[in-house]
């Protein structure tokens, strides 16, 4: 059987369906390997699976050695993989697209809603036991109807939030580097900014797209305006951030992703009008089951079947090895 490392510990059945296929050492407990015991897990194997904690480069590629044809990474951000190091020593990357966009874009309504209408806020407020009464002014927070929702970044993801976004009255609009087939205005990223009452970031984690949302981008939006990540923390300057919601440059922001995870900017957790989440956008057991499998129908594809898996990220690595 080939032989294959797993990172994490992975939902209920995945591994009983990876132990059918192969050999599996898989990283005991709940916290990810140190780098040096990734290395040495990775070591002779024929494929890996692994989780975007783990940062797959040319060391580690050379590390794991010349058995190594694929990478399952579960996730479907894949700005841990050194894609073009893989493809190079013709190791076949995948990643897993689809199977997360409505539990991500899901999680990110909840997390508008959550902020605009000061749920967490209100729980931590009933937690603290302070006295309250209900009256026409208490807790107010804002509707999402007739709204401009601006999503940043229209793949599948940001779609899906636009269609929700859409079911709650919003009207969206979108900033992408290229025009997409879609029935919402594209704009320029300030002129989003400067229009959206909530900014919702759904662009990968590129060198382009790193601190996206920086000072200067927090100034161009309205005071009243909020800003949800669920894609990738460093798209954020959360120094900045911190800064601009101190100031009033922004009414909040709601966070599922953080800069350097699983820190938390301690400025963040000092604000009310700040709603965060541990990294939750795909966890439910429905959509972890099924990035599951579709690691395992990577691993499978390449290592019993000799194809491309649906999901490649670099078919060429494959149509170059051996
Ligand atoms: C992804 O798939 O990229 C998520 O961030 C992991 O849940």
Not at 64 to 88: E, M, Q
Not at 110 to 127: A, H, I, K, Q
Not at 150 to 164: D, N
Not at 264 to 270: F, I
Request: glycine content about 8%; charged content about 20%.
């Amino acid at each position: 059987m080939p032989s294959v490392y797993v990172s994490c510990r992975l939902p209920e059945p995945i591994p009983a369906e990876l132990a059918r296929s192969f050999d599996v050492t898989a990283h005991p407990g709940d916290l990810p390997p140190t780098r040096e015991e990734l290395l040495a897990g990775s070591a002779g194997r024929d494929g890996l699976l692994v989780t975007p904690l783990e940062r797959i480069d040319a060391e580690l590629l050379d590390a794991a050695g010349p058995r190594l044809r694929v990478v399952a990474n579960h996730a479907v951000g894949y700005d841990n993989v050194d894609v073009a190091a893989a493809t190079a020593r013709g190791v076949v990357v995948a990643n897993t697209p689809g199977v997360l966009t409505r539990a991500t874009a899901e999680l990110t309504l909840t997390l508008v809603l959550d902020l605009l209408r000061r749920v967490t806020e209100g729980d931590r407020f009933l937690r603290r036991r302070g006295p309250w009464i209900w009256s026409p002014v208490f807790m107010l927070g804002s509707g999402l109807d007739g709204k401009t929702l601006g999503i940043v970044g229209l793949g599948r993801i940001g779609r899906a939030v636009a269609q929700l976004g859409e079911a709650f009255g919003m009207r969206v609009v979108y900033a992408s580097p290229r025009p997409q087939q879609a029935p919402w205005k594209r704009l320029e990223l300030a002129e989003l900014l400067a229009r959206a009452d909530v900014v919702s970031l759904h662009c990968p984690l590129t060198p382009e797209t790193r601190h996206l949302v920086d000072a200067q981008a927090l100034a161009a939006m309205r005071p009243s305006a909020v800003l949800v990540n669920t894609t990738r923390g460093p798209v954020v300057d959360e120094a900045a951030l911190v800064d601009a919601l101190r100031a009033g440059t922004i009414a909040g922001a709601a966070l599922d992703v953080y800069e350097r995870e699983p820190e938390v900017h301690p400025g963040l957790l000092e604000l009310e009008q700040v709603v965060l989440s541990p990294h939750l956008g795909s966890a439910t057991v429905e959509t972890r089951v099924a990035m599951g499998r579709l690691c395992v129908e990577a691993l499978e594809a390449v290592l019993l079947d000799g194809r491309c898996p649906a999901n490649a990220l670099d078919p060429a690595a494959w149509r170059a090895a051996p």
